[in-house]
């Protein structure tokens, strides 16, 4: 098992920033097959082999996965493109 955390600070309204994270969701829906849901300010995803989710507040948001045996060959690729893609909608 690997572990990715990461965290970023912010300025968005939580409506705008939620907004953003669902169109990462979405993106990484049609790549990965990849299922989300949020539950108040905390987005839960999963797929056979990972999960993990992404809490946000007024200042920043926390982004945990975990990823099984089949993915932890890579997970610094994977790390690197989750760290890419919130640069880029953040």
Same mark, same amino acid.
């Given at each position: 098992? @690997?572990? !990715?955390?990461?965290?970023?600070?912010?300025?968005?309204? %939580?409506?705008?920033?939620? $907004?953003? !994270?669902?169109?990462?969701?979405?993106?990484?829906?049609?790549?990965? $097959?990849?299922?989300?849901?949020?539950?108040?300010?905390?987005?839960?995803?999963?797929?056979?082999? @990972?999960?993990?989710? %992404?809490? %946000?507040? @007024? $200042?920043?948001?926390?982004?945990?996965?975990?990823?099984? @045996?089949?993915?932890?060959?890579?997970?610094?690729?994977?790390?690197?493109? %989750?760290?890419?893609?919130?640069?880029?909608?953040?």
């Amino acid at each position: 098992m @690997a572990l !990715i955390h990461t965290t970023r600070d912010h300025n968005l309204p %939580i409506s705008v920033l939620k $907004q953003k !994270i669902d169109n990462i969701a979405a993106e990484l829906a049609t790549e990965y $097959q990849l299922t989300s849901e949020w539950e108040d300010n905390c987005l839960f995803f999963r797929r056979k082999g @990972a999960s993990g989710s %992404i809490e %946000i507040d @007024a $200042q920043s948001l926390e982004l945990n996965l975990t990823l099984g @045996a089949l993915f932890k060959v890579a997970k610094n690729d994977i790390e690197s493109k %989750i760290n890419k893609m919130l640069d880029t909608h953040l």
